[in-house]
C-alpha cells in the first residue's frame, strides 16, 4: 500500500479545511445579513441557504473526502489518468502564467478603473426601481393568471383596502352617519384610484331605494339584510365594520402615496369615538416594498462589515481582513450597474443579490488570498506568490465558477420571471465575482502586500534560514 | 482538532461514510414536513402592526376570495338552470368548515323567497283573522235581517192609518152628502165639515211624516200623501170661507162632493199601491231571509277557513322558501316593474351577461385549505359544464394555488437541467479522477438540507425555491476545493515541491 493518499489526506484536511472553512463562516455571515432583512421570505431564503452551506461541507468533508480516500488507499493503485492530467494542467499552465504577468504589470490601471466603474454602478443602482407585483413574478403565461386579469376587466377591480372602523356600537345612529358620509366622500376625494367604496350603509342604501334608512328604520333594515352579506360589513357584536375599497391595480409606489392619502383624509374626517384602521393585502404589499428598498443597502452593508468582523477574528490583521471586502464592493457596484444597463428591477430575490455576492465573492477571495500567503510563507516574494496562486486555485476557481455557473443557468431556464431575472443577475455576479477574482485581486494583493507581508515574511524568513 | 480529524479518517473512513449517510437518512426524513408558502406570512413579519391589522380584519371580516365567474354566451346569464347550478355549488362549499362566506345571485334569491314567506305567512294570520271577523259580522247582520224580516211592522201601521184615512174621507162623503140634503143650517153644517176636513189634512200630513225617507218608493208615497193633505187643508180652507159667504152658492156642494170623491179615488188607488208594495215587501223579506241564511251559512265557513288558515300556519313549513321555478318568477324577483335591476344584486350580477360568486374563506386559513377548495371548485365547474355557459373560478387563492404548484414544476425542472449544466461542466473542466463524485454529495447535500428545513420548519418560498440552484452552485465549490486539492496532492508523485 502506497501511503500517498495518507498524505494527501492529511494536505488536503489540513491547508483545505481551515481556507474552505473561513470562506463558510465568511459566506455564512454574508448571508446572515439576510435575517435582518424585515421580509420573512428573505430571513427564510437566508437560512436556508446557510444551512445548505452547512450540510454542503460537512458532506464534503465527511463524504467526499474519505470516499476518496477509500478508493485510493484500499482499491486504487497508479493510472494513468494522473499523467493526462498532468500534461493537461501544464498547457493551462502556461497560459495562467501569462495572463499574470500582464495583469502585475497593468495592476495599477485596473485598481482604478475597477473602482471607477464600481463607483458609476452605485450611483445608478440608487435609482434602481422596485418590482414587487407578485403577478409579474410568475409564468406569464399561466391560465390563471389571464383569469385574474379578465376578472379585474369584469368588475373593474380585484385589488382592494379595508378600512376598519371600531366603534362602542357600530350600528348606532352618529357612526352609521360617519361611515355613510366616508363611503360616499372618499370616492370623490380619489376618483382615479378607487373604482368603488362599500360598507354596511352602502347595502342599507341599497335596501332603502337608495337613501339611508331613518335612525329607527335602521335596525329594521339590518334585520332584513342577509346574514352572509351582513357579515362581511358588520361583525356580530357590532363593535367593528369595514369599508372595502376598490381600487385599481397599482404599482407599489403609486399604491403607497394612495394609502398615505387616505390616511391623512380618514385622519382629517375622525370623529370622537370611532378608530380607523387601514389595512388589507394592499397595505401588505406596500410594507413590504418598503421593506425591501430600505432594507437592500442596509442589508449589504451589514454583511460585509460582519465578514470583515468575521475575518478581523480570523486572522488578527485589519488589511487582510479588509482585502476579500474590495472585490465584494467592486461586484456590487458592477452589479448595479448591470442592473441598470438590463433594466432589471428589484425583486425580494435580486434584493438578496448583495449578500449573496458576499457570499459568492469572499469565497472566491478567501481561497486566492489564503493561497497567496500560503506561498508567500514558503518565502516567494509576491509576484511569484500571485503566479502560483493564481495558476493552481484559479483553476480550481475555474472549475468551481463553472459549476456554479451550470447550476445557476437552471435558474435561467425558469418559467418564473423573478427567477429568470434573478438567475440572469447571478450568473452576472459570478462573472464578475470570477473576474474580479481573477484579475483585480492580484492586482489588489500586490499593491497593498507591503502592509501585510512583513510581519509575515520575517517569520518565513527566519524560518527558512 | 485536525489532527485528530485526520487520524480518525485514515483509520475508520468507511465508518465515517456510513455515519455520514445515516445523519442524510435521518434528516432527508424532515422532507415530509416540507411546506410550500406564498402567504402574507411570508411578505410581511408576523409581528409587524400592518400584519396584525391584516390578521384582525380577517378575523372579523373573512380572509381572501375565490370569484366564480358565469358568463351567459348568447342569452342573459340568469336563468333558473344556472341558479340551480350555483346552487349546487353553494351547498358543497358551505361543507367546508373554512368557508367564511359565499355571496351570489342564490343567496339573495332565497333571502327574497324566505322574507316572501314569511310576508306571506304574516298576510295568512291577517287574512284569517279577517275572514273570521267578517264571518262574525255577517252571521250577526243575517240573523238581524231575519228578525227585521219578519216583523214587517212599519208597514202594517200605515196601512192601518190608511184605512182609517179612508174610513174617515167616506164620513167625509157622507157629510158631504147629508151637507147636500140640509140646506137650513148650511152655514154651520159647512164650518163644522170644513173642520173635519182640516182635521183629516193633518192627520193624513202626520201620516206621511212617518214613511221613511230612504226607501224611494215610500218617499214618493209620502209625497203624494202630504200633496193630499196639502190639498185637503186647502179645501177645507175653501169650505170654511164658503160657510162664511153663505148658501149664496148652491153648486158648492155638488163641487165638494166631487172633489172629494176625486181624493177618495186617489187614496184607495194608493190604498192598492200600498197593498202591491206590501205583497212585495213580502217577498223581499223573503229574499232577506234567504239572504240572511246565505249571509249566515257564508260566515260560517268562512270562520272555518279562518280556523283552516291558522293551522296552516301552524305548519308554516310547508311554505319552504326555494329557488323560484319559472324564469318569469325569478326575472321579476330581480327587477323591478321597470325592468332595472334592483340595487341589491349589483354586486353579484354584474350586467345582464356576467354574474358571480363570491367565496370568502374564514381569516388566516392555511394555503392547503384554500388549494382544497379552490380544486374542488375547479373540479365542480369541469364536471358540471352548462350549455352556453362560460365559468371561470379565479381571485387571489386560486392565483396562488397556482403559483405553489408552477413552483413546483418549475422547481423539479431547474433541479433536473441544473444537474445536467453541472454533469457537462464537470466534465470538460474539472480535470481529475471520479470527476462527478462533487455532484453525487452535493445532491446528497441537497437532499439533507431540504430534509432539515422540514425539521425546523422553515417553508419554502417563491424566494428560496431558488436555493437549489444556488445550493448545487455554491456547496459543490468546496466539494471541488476538496476534491481538487487532493487530487493535486496525489498527482504530486514526483515531489517538485514539499
Known amino acids: 500500500m502506497n501511503k500517498k493518499p495518507q498524505k494527501s489526506l492529511y494536505v488536503t484536511i489540513t491547508k483545505m479545511v481551515p481556507a474552505v472553512l473561513t470562506a463558510l463562516i465568511s459566506t455564512g455571515l454574508g448571508f446572515i445579513a439576510l435575517y435582518t432583512s424585515p421580509v420573512p421570505m428573505i430571513q427564510d431564503f437566508g437560512k436556508m441557504l446557510t444551512l445548505g452551506m452547512i450540510v454542503s461541507f460537512i458532506v464534503g468533508l465527511f463524504l467526499l473526502i474519505p470516499i476518496l480516500f477509500i478508493r485510493d488507499h484500499h482499491f486504487k493503485s497508479e493510472g494513468n489518468k494522473k499523467k493526462q492530467t498532468r500534461l493537461k494542467a501544464k498547457k493551462g499552465d502556461?497560459?495562467?502564467?501569462?495572463?499574470?504577468?500582464?495583469?502585475?504589470?497593468?495592476?495599477?490601471?485596473?485598481?482604478?478603473?475597477?473602482?471607477?466603474?464600481?463607483?458609476?454602478?452605485i450611483w445608478a443602482d440608487l435609482k434602481a426601481?422596485?418590482?414587487?407585483?407578485?403577478?409579474?413574478?410568475?409564468?406569464?403565461?399561466?391560465?390563471?393568471?389571464?383569469?385574474?386579469?379578465?376578472?379585474r376587466d369584469i368588475l373593474g377591480s380585484t385589488d382592494s383596502i379595508s378600512v376598519v372602523y371600531e366603534a362602542d356600537d357600530v350600528s348606532s345612529t352618529e357612526v352609521m352617519d360617519w361611515a355613510d358620509e366616508i363611503t360616499g366622500r372618499v370616492d370623490r376625494e380619489f376618483p382615479e384610484t378607487i373604482v368603488e367604496s362599500r360598507s354596511i350603509t352602502t347595502a342599507l342604501r341599497q335596501m332603502n331605494d337608495g337613501e339611508l334608512p331613518e335612525p329607527h328604520g335602521i335596525e329594521e333594515k339590518l334585520a332584513e339584510m342577509p346574514e352572509e352579506q351582513k357579515k362581511l360589513m358588520m361583525n356580530e357584536e357590532r363593535t367593528k365594520g369595514v369599508i372595502t375599497i376598490s381600487i385599481k391595480h397599482l404599482e407599489a409606489e403609486e399604491l403607497k402615496e394612495f394609502i398615505n392619502d387616505l390616511m391623512d383624509f380618514l385622519e382629517a374626517k375622525e370623529i370622537e369615538g370611532i378608530e380607523t384602521t387601514v389595512t388589507g393585502k394592499a397595505v401588505l404589499d406596500v410594507e413590504m416594498v418598503t421593506a425591501l428598498t430600505t432594507g437592500r443597502y442596509k442589508?449589504?452593508?451589514?454583511?460585509?462589515?460582519?465578514?470583515?468582523?468575521?475575518?478581523?477574528?480570523?486572522?488578527?490583521?485589519?488589511?487582510?481582513?479588509?482585502?476579500?471586502?474590495?472585490?465584494?464592493?467592486?461586484?456590487?457596484?458592477?452589479?448595479?450597474?448591470?442592473?441598470?444597463?438590463?433594466?432589471?428591477?428589484?425583486?425580494?430575490?435580486?434584493?438578496?443579490?448583495?449578500?449573496?455576492?458576499?457570499?459568492i465573492g469572499t469565497e472566491f477571495t478567501i481561497l486566492i488570498m489564503e493561497r497567496f500567503y500560503e506561498e508567500r510563507k514558503k518565502g516567494r516574494n509576491s509576484r511569484e506568490a500571485i503566479m502560483i496562486t493564481n495558476r493552481k486555485t484559479g483553476k480550481a476557481i475555474l472549475a468551481s465558477a463553472f459549476t456554479t455557473i451550470g447550476g445557476f443557468t437552471a435558474l435561467l431556464i425558469s418559467d418564473f420571471v423573478i427567477l429568470s431575472n434573478f438567475g440572469l443577475m447571478t450568473l452576472i455576479n459570478i462573472f464578475l465575482a470570477l473576474f474580479s477574482t481573477i484579475v483585480v485581486m492580484p492586482a489588489i494583493l500586490i499593491i497593498l502586500d507591503r502592509f501585510v507581508k512583513i510581519r509575515h515574511i520575517r517569520e518565513n524568513e527566519l524560518a527558512v534560514n | 482538532m485536525l489532527k485528530k480529524l485526520i487520524s480518525l479518517m485514515s483509520k475508520h473512513p468507511v465508518k465515517i461514510v456510513l455515519f455520514t449517510v445515516m445523519a442524510i437518512v435521518l434528516l432527508a426524513a424532515g422532507a415530509r414536513n416540507v411546506q410550500m408558502a406564498t402567504g402574507n406570512e411570508t411578505l410581511v413579519s408576523s409581528e409587524s402592526r400592518v400584519y396584525i391589522d391584516n390578521q384582525e380584519l380577517e378575523k372579523e371580516f373573512g380572509g381572501e376570495s375565490i370569484i366564480i365567474v358565469y358568463e351567459g354566451i348568447d342569452d342573459k346569464v340568469l336563468t333558473v338552470d344556472r341558479l340551480g347550478h350555483m346552487k349546487k355549488l353553494e351547498t358543497i362549499l358551505n361543507t367546508h368548515e373554512e368557508v367564511y362566506s359565499v355571496m351570489s345571485p342564490v343567496v339573495l334569491i332565497e333571502e327574497m323567497s324566505s322574507k316572501q314567506a314569511d310576508k306571506y305567512k304574516d298576510g295568512l294570520v291577517?287574512?284569517?283573522?279577517?275572514?273570521?271577523?267578517?264571518?262574525?259580522?255577517?252571521?250577526?247582520?243575517?240573523?238581524?235581517?231575519?228578525?227585521?224580516?219578519?216583523?214587517?211592522?212599519q208597514l202594517s201601521s200605515v196601512e192601518g192609518q190608511m184605512s182609517e184615512l179612508n174610513q174617515g174621507l167616506n164620513k167625509m162623503v157622507q157629510g158631504q152628502m147629508k151637507l147636500k140634503e140640509g140646506t137650513i143650517s148650511l152655514?154651520?153644517?159647512?164650518?163644522?165639515?170644513?173642520?173635519?176636513?182640516?182635521?183629516?189634512?193633518?192627520?193624513?200630513?202626520?201620516?206621511?211624516?212617518?214613511?221613511?225617507?230612504?226607501?224611494?218608493?215610500?218617499?214618493?208615497?209620502?209625497?203624494?200623501?202630504?200633496?193630499?193633505?196639502?190639498?185637503?187643508?186647502?179645501?177645507?180652507?175653501?169650505?170654511?170661507?164658503?160657510?162664511?159667504?153663505?148658501?149664496?152658492?148652491?153648486?158648492?156642494?155638488?163641487?165638494?162632493?166631487?172633489?172629494?170623491?176625486?181624493?177618495e179615488s186617489g187614496l184607495s188607488n194608493q190604498q192598492r199601491q200600498l197593498e202591491k208594495l206590501q205583497a212585495e215587501k213580502e217577498k223581499q223579506a223573503k229574499d232577506l231571509n234567504e239572504l240572511s241564511n246565505g249571509l249566515m251559512e257564508m260566515g260560517t265557513k268562512l270562520v272555518s277557513i279562518s280556523e283552516n288558515l291558522t293551522t296552516m300556519h301552524g305548519y308554516s313549513d310547508t311554505l319552504k322558501p326555494?329557488?323560484?321555478?319559472?324564469?318569469?318568477?325569478?326575472?321579476?324577483?330581480?327587477?323591478?316593474?321597470?325592468?332595472?335591476?334592483?340595487?341589491?344584486?349589483?354586486?353579484?350580477?354584474?350586467?345582464?351577461?356576467?354574474?358571480?360568486?363570491?367565496?370568502?374563506?374564514?381569516?388566516?386559513?392555511?394555503?392547503?385549505?384554500?388549494?382544497?377548495?379552490?380544486?374542488?371548485?375547479?373540479?365542480?365547474?369541469?364536471?358540471?359544464?352548462?350549455?352556453?355557459?362560460?365559468?371561470?373560478?379565479?381571485?387571489?387563492?386560486?392565483l396562488d394555488d397556482a403559483i405553489r404548484s408552477s413552483m413546483k414544476e418549475s422547481m423539479q425542472k431547474m433541479m433536473m437541467l441544473s444537474i445536467l449544466f453541472m454533469v457537462i461542466i464537470l466534465f470538460f473542466s474539472f480535470n481529475v479522477s471520479w470527476r462527478l463524485l462533487p455532484l453525487g454529495v452535493i445532491l446528497i447535500a441537497v437532499i439533507g438540507t431540504v430534509g432539515l428545513m422540514g425539521w425546523i420548519q422553515i417553508p419554502i418560498t417563491m424566494v428560496s425555491m431558488a436555493v437549489f440552484p444556488i445550493l448545487i452552485g455554491l456547496g459543490i465549490d468546496y466539494a471541488i476545493q476538496f476534491q481538487n486539492r487532493y487530487s493535486e496532492e496525489m498527482a504530486e508523485e514526483e515531489g517538485d515541491h514539499e
Open chain 1, 129 to 151: 426601481g422596485v418590482e414587487t407585483d407578485v403577478e409579474k413574478f410568475m409564468p406569464q403565461d399561466t391560465q390563471e393568471l389571464k383569469d385574474i386579469h379578465r376578472l
Open chain 2, 322 to 398: 326555494g329557488l323560484p321555478e319559472k324564469q318569469e318568477t325569478l326575472e321579476h324577483m330581480v327587477y323591478d316593474e321597470n325592468g332595472k335591476k334592483r340595487d341589491i344584486f349589483n354586486e353579484v350580477l354584474i350586467d345582464d351577461h356576467t354574474m358571480i360568486m363570491m367565496v370568502k374563506f374564514n381569516g388566516n386559513v392555511s394555503d392547503g385549505v384554500k388549494s382544497e377548495v379552490s380544486q374542488t371548485v375547479k373540479s365542480y365547474l369541469n364536471e358540471n359544464q352548462i350549455d352556453s355557459t362560460e365559468m371561470m373560478v379565479s381571485g387571489k387563492p386560486v
Open chain 1, 299 to 359: 442589508m449589504t452593508l451589514l454583511g460585509m462589515g460582519l465578514v470583515f468582523l468575521g475575518l478581523l477574528i480570523a486572522y488578527r490583521h485589519p488589511v487582510k481582513a479588509f482585502i476579500p471586502l474590495l472585490p465584494i464592493i467592486l461586484i456590487v457596484g458592477w452589479s448595479g450597474a448591470a442592473m441598470s444597463l438590463l433594466d432589471i428591477k428589484y425583486t425580494p430575490l435580486t434584493a438578496t443579490l448583495g449578500a449573496l455576492i458576499i457570499g
Open chain 2, 126 to 153: 291577517e287574512v284569517s283573522d279577517g275572514l273570521y271577523k267578517m264571518g262574525e259580522k255577517l252571521i250577526e247582520i243575517g240573523e238581524q235581517m231575519e228578525a227585521n224580516a219578519s216583523e214587517g211592522s
Open chain 2, 187 to 263: 152655514v154651520n153644517g159647512y164650518s163644522q165639515f170644513g173642520s173635519y176636513t182640516k182635521e183629516a189634512g193633518l192627520k193624513l200630513g202626520a201620516l206621511a211624516s212617518k214613511y221613511n225617507t230612504d226607501d224611494l218608493q215610500a218617499k214618493q208615497q209620502a209625497d203624494q200623501i202630504n200633496k193630499i193633505s196639502t190639498q185637503l187643508i186647502q179645501l177645507s180652507e175653501k169650505m170654511l170661507q164658503g160657510a162664511e159667504r153663505s148658501a149664496a152658492l148652491p153648486n158648492v156642494s155638488e163641487q165638494t162632493i166631487k172633489g172629494l170623491k176625486g181624493i
Open chain 1, 94 to 121: 502556461g497560459f495562467f502564467n501569462w495572463f499574470t504577468k500582464h495583469l502585475i504589470t497593468l495592476r495599477w490601471l485596473i485598481v482604478i478603473i475597477a473602482f471607477l466603474s464600481a463607483g458609476f454602478g
